[in-house]
């Protein structure tokens, strides 16, 4: 009884050790490296300030923000996408990294309209799903019901999963937040 109990204790620091030591690591990582990569040119001029690596970070993210916003630079944007997802190891860790990033910086109100409870894969057991906005015009004319789109994440990577279409009476609507649904799906069901 001991031993599962330190067993329960274990995996339940390791849930919460994993994901905070893996974030760190690759924020210090590209740091680091951009730090390196920069060090070399900046001490040359004599400008260089340790931690210049941050500025240089968001300059480049604001640049990207605002090549993106015009329509010359969404068509070069594309091109280097189109480029990426060519080649097969970059393609899925491009892909994975974009999808992720989306579901993260989108607002949740865009992205996702509420918690549901859906009877999938069969009658009788129950999924988290999660309802979004769009809507698939032409599934509702040729079935004559109110389809409703419902993304059924996987766990622990809720990035990944399928979309479903539910008859909008068979949803059961849950009053949880986006945010506790994902720590139950990303946890395994060992988060409440």
């Known amino acids: 009884m001991m031993w599962k109990e330190i ?3 274990f995996v339940t ?3 919460i050790f994993l994901p905070i030591s893996a974030t760190i690591f690759i924020v210090f990582w590209v740091f680091k490296y951009i730090e390196d990569f920069l060090q070399p040119y900046l001490s ?3 400008h260089y300030i340790p931690g210049m690596g941050w500025i240089f970070i968001i300059a480049i993210i604001f640049i990207l923000g605002i090549i993106g916003r015009f329509a010359i630079g969404n068509k070069l944007i594309d091109s280097a996408e189109n480029l990426l997802r060519k080649i097969p190891v970059v393609r899925t860790i491009y892909v994975g990294v974009k999808e992720a990033t989306k579901a993260i910086l989108i607002s949740e109100t865009e992205r996702i309209k509420g918690v549901v409870l859906i009877e999938y894969p069969r009658k009788g057991i129950y999924t988290i799903g999660f309802t979004t906005g769009a809507v698939i015009s032409e599934a509702r004319e ?3 019901k109110k389809l ?3 993304f059924v994440p996987t766990s622990p990577n809720p990035t990944s999963g399928l979309v479903i279409l539910v008859p909008e009476d068979e949803l059961i609507y849950l009053k949880i937040s986006v945010e506790d649904a ?3 799906i990303i946890s395994g069901g060992f988060s409440k």
């Open 182 to 184: 994902l720590k139950v």
């Open 13 to 15: 620091g390791l849930l």
């Open 142 to 144: 040729k079935s004559g």
């Open 148 to 150: 409703v789109n419902v």
């Open 44 to 46: 040359a001029t004599g």
């Open 7 to 9: 067993k329960s204790v």
